[in-house]
């Protein structure tokens, strides 16, 4: 079945970095746009980047550029989010989800992965 | 940023109850609007999207109306399962796209 199990979540401390990885399967990696959407706890929810299905375009929202990096490996089937200079507020959970139309950027994300914490604190 | 601002942020209301949950924006979005719904230590699911187009695989009972600035997210008939969070999202200005604050729907 189509599935997003993102991993790489952890304690670090202000000013670290730390690496996700979302391995997607069961439906064509390569043709769909990707996504990070974070949840700070107890709050709403925040887009943080999207990459297109070819790699060939990026964008970040104002709250993270500069300090993270979308990438994808479509030979892997896998989306990544480097996150480097990591604030208290970078503290959430992120998740990758899925563009809903192939090739086309929507900004609707129809498949979520079930999340991993990211925990940033001395 | 487009602001979009949902009401209530908290319903109350009991299995067989319509409800209706509004979203409002700040400035015209078009029908570039979604709605998720997320339960407890969940991911959010995709409920409509354009407005009023319903994803595939999620029950008749959810219905979406509204463009413009004035949306609303309706349940015929409330579910046990339903009762859950539920956030609009704008798509008309990507990549500054925006969510509402959430609303949470509990059981009376």
């Known amino acids: 079945q189509v599935q997003l199990v993102e991993s790489g979540g952890g304690v670090v401390q202000p000013g670290g970095s730390l690496r996700l990885s979302c391995a997607a399967s069961?439906?064509?990696?390569?043709?769909?746009?990707m996504h990070w959407v974070r949840q700070a706890p107890g709050k709403g929810l925040e887009w943080v980047a999207f990459i297109r299905y070819d790699g060939s375009n990026k964008y970040y929202a104002d709250s993270v550029k500069g300090r993270f990096t979308i990438s994808r490996d479509n030979s892997k089937n896998t989306l990544y989010l480097q996150m480097n200079s990591l604030r208290a507020e970078d503290t959430a959970v992120y998740y990758c989800a899925k563009d809903r139309v192939v090739t086309t950027v929507t900004f609707a994300f129809d498949i979520w992965g079930q999340g991993t914490m990211v925990t940033v604190s001395s | 940023d487009i602001q979009l601002t949902q009401s209530p942020s908290f319903l109350s209301a009991s299995v067989g109850d319509r409800v209706t949950i509004t979203c409002r924006a700040s400035?015209?979005?078009?029908?570039?609007l979604a709605w998720y719904q997320q339960k407890p230590g969940k991911a959010p699911k995709l409920l409509i999207y354009a407005a009023s187009t319903l994803q595939s695989g999620v029950p008749s009972r959810f219905s979406g109306s509204g463009s413009g600035t004035e949306f609303t997210l309706t349940i015929s008939s409330l579910q046990p399962e339903d009762f859950a969070t539920y956030y609009c999202q704008q798509l008309n200005s990507y990549p500054r796209i925006t969510f509402g604050q959430g609303t949470r729907l509990e059981i009376k």
């Open positions: 069961g439906f064509t990696f390569s043709s769909y746009g």
């Open positions: 400035q015209g979005i078009s029908s570039y």
